[in-house]
C-alpha cells in the first residue's frame, strides 16, 4: 500500500470512530433516554415516548410509571385516569369529566342499575334492590314488581339483597319502622315520612350485625319534639344526604350524621359514638352526654333555644364549624369532658345581635383545648371564668382576652360579607396566618389546610385560598 492510500485509510478511520458511521465499522446501539415514565423527571417532558421523554403521550404504553393515569388521552396527549366509566373499578364507578380521575357515584342516574348509594359512592347490582312504592303491593319479593311498604320489604332483606329502594315519592309510615338487620334504606330526595303517633319513625334494635343506611329521605313532625329516629345500644346507624324537622333522633349506639339538614331538631346521644359532619342546623343542636361526640364541617344558626352543642361528660371534638347566633343572651356551647382530649378549633362564632350583653360563647373546663377559633361574640364575657383558656384565637374589640396568643381587632375587617352571612374571610382579615400548626389539615369546605403548605393557617372555620 502505497503512502497515500494509507494516510486516506487512517483518515477515514478517524472519521468514522468520530461519527460512528460507515468504514465498515457497526453503528454502536442508541442509548435509551428511558424505560418508563418514571424516568422522565421535567416537568414539560413526562412521558416516555420510543425510549425518549417526551411532552405527549401517544399509547397508553407511554402512560406506564404514571401514578394513577395508566391510560392516554389522544386529543390532548395527557396521561389520564380514566376515559370513562369503564376503565373504572366498582368501588369508583364514574370517570369524572374534568378531572379525568374515577370516582364514586353521587346521583342515581350515573349507575346502570339506577341505583347509587351515595353514602358510600358504589353502585347498586340489579340483584341487590328490592324496591318499594306507594303504588305497589305487599306480594312477591319486591324484585318483579315493588312492594308497598318499607316493613314488607324488610322481610325479604337477605345479605345478598339488602337494598330497599323506595321510588315514586312519599310511602306512608302509619306504624313504627323496626330494623334488625343491616340494611341500605335508599330513597331519591323525594321521600317523606310522617312521625306516627305511637314512636318514632324508624327504631334501631338493640345489638343489630352490620351497618344500617337511611340516605335520602326526609322526616317530619306535626309537634315539637316527635321521636323521628332511635339507635339501639350496639347498633350503628348512617343518616346520610337528609333532612329531619321538628324531631328528635336519640343515639345508644353509633351514629354518623353527614350531610344531613336538621330544622327545630335535636340529636340527642346517651351513650355511644356520635359523628355529625357535613350538616346544617337551623334553630337546632347536638346534646351528647357521656358520649363520645364529634361535630366538624358544619353550619350552626341559633335563635332561640339552648347551647347549640352541649357536650357533658365523655370526649368531645368541635372543629370546622361555623355558629352564627342572633340572640342577645345565648350560651353558645358548652364542653365540659371527664377526662383530657377534648378539643374546640378552628370554628367561626358569630353573634349577630347588637345589644352588648354577657352571654357566653364558650362553656368549658381545663381539659378542653380551645384553640384557633374566631370568636366575635359581642359580649363582655365570651369564655367562662379562668378554666376556659383560649389559645391562638381571635377575638373582637368586645370580649378582648389577650393572653396565650390571642388577637383582638375591629370585626368588621374580619369577613369579606358579614352581612350576608359570608364568614370567609376577607383580603386583609387579622385571621390570616395565626392559627395553631398541625391540628387540622382541612377547612370546612375540605380544602388543604394551611394554604400555602408550610405556613401558619388561617383561624376559623374557613382558609384563605
Not at 84 to 102: F, I, L, N, R, Y
Not at 143 to 150: E, G, V
Not at 253 to 258: K, T
Amino acid at each position: 500500500m502505497d503512502a497515500l492510500s494509507y494516510l486516506s485509510r487512517q483518515i477515514c478511520i478517524i472519521l468514522c470512530i468520530a461519527a460512528s458511521v460507515g468504514c465498515g465499522f457497526p453503528k454502536p446501539a442508541d442509548v435509551a433516554e428511558c424505560t418508563t415514565a418514571t424516568d422522565c423527571k421535567s416537568p414539560a417532558a413526562p412521558f416516555c415516548v420510543s425510549g425518549t421523554c417526551t411532552g405527549a403521550c401517544r399509547i397508553d404504553d407511554d402512560c406506564l410509571g404514571v401514578p394513577d393515569a395508566p391510560l392516554c388521552q389522544a386529543s390532548t396527549g395527557i396521561c389520564v385516569g380514566c376515559l370513562d366509566g369503564t376503565s373504572c373499578p366498582t368501588d369508583k364507578p364514574v370517570c369524572d369529566a374534568e378531572q379525568h380521575a374515577c370516582r364514586g357515584c353521587s346521583a342515581d342516574d350515573q349507575c346502570a342499575s339506577g341505583v347509587c348509594v351515595e353514602a358510600d359512592g358504589t353502585c347498586a347490582e340489579p340483584a341487590q334492590i328490592l324496591r318499594v312504592s306507594r303504588l305497589g303491593t305487599d306480594a312477591g319479593d319486591c324484585i318483579q314488581a315493588p312492594c308497598a311498604s318499607i316493613a314488607f320489604a324488610l322481610q325479604k332483606v337477605t345479605p345478598e339483597r339488602s337494598i330497599v329502594r323506595i321510588i315514586g315519592g312519599s310511602v306512608t309510615a302509619p306504624t313504627t319502622i323496626t330494623i334488625n338487620q343491616s340494611v341500605v334504606i335508599d330513597a331519591d330526595g323525594t321521600t317523606t315520612f310522617q312521625i306516627p303517633a305511637s314512636g318514632p319513625t324508624f327504631a334501631i334494635q338493640d345489638h343489630v350485625s352490620g351497618v344500617i343506611t337511611l340516605e335520602g329521605l326526609s322526616i317530619l313532625s306535626n309537634v315539637d319534639g316527635g321521636a323521628a329516629i332511635t339507635v339501639g345500644v350496639g347498633s350503628s346507624l348512617r343518616l346520610f344526604n337528609a333532612s329531619v324537622g321538628r324531631s328528635v333522633i336519640q343515639v345508644n349506639g353509633a351514629l354518623e350524621v353527614r350531610r344531613v339538614k336538621l330544622t327545630q331538631s335535636d340529636v340527642r346521644c346517651s351513650s355511644g359514638t356520635l359523628t355529625v359532619r357535613e350538616s346544617s342546623f337551623d334553630n337546632a343542636g347536638v346534646e351528647a352526654t357521656t358520649c363520645q361526640a364529634s361535630v366538624s364541617q358544619s353550619r350552626f344558626v341559633v335563635m332561640f333555644r339552648g347551647a347549640a352543642v352541649d357536650a357533658v361528660g365523655g370526649l368531645a371534638s368541635i372543629e370546622n364549624n361555623v355558629f352564627i347566633v342572633s340572640s342577645e343572651f345565648a350560651d353558645l356551647l358548652r364542653v365540659v369532658s371527664n377526662a383530657p382530649g377534648a378539643i374546640i378549633a378552628f370554628n367561626t362564632i358569630v353573634n349577630t345581635a347588637t345589644v352588648v350583653q354577657s352571654p357566653v360563647a364558650i362553656i368549658c373546663d381545663a381539659n378542653v383545648k380551645v384553640t384557633s377559633n374566631i370568636i366575635a361574640y359581642n359580649s363582655t364575657n365570651p369564655l367562662n371564668g379562668e378554666s376556659c383558656v383560649a389559645h391562638a384565637s381571635l377575638f373582637d374589640l368586645v370580649g378582648v382576652d389577650d393572653a396565650t396568643g390571642n388577637r383582638s381587632a375591629d370585626p368588621t375587617t374580619f369577613f369579606k360579607d358579614r352581612a350576608a352571612g359570608d364568614f370567609h374571610l376577607s383580603s386583609n382579615s387579622p385571621a390570616r396566618g395565626i392559627g395553631e400548626a398541625n391540628l387540622v389539615p382541612i377547612d370546612l369546605e375540605g380544602k388543604p389546610r394551611p394554604a400555602p403548605a408550610g405556613s401558619l393557617p388561617d383561624v376559623g372555620a374557613y382558609e384563605a385560598q
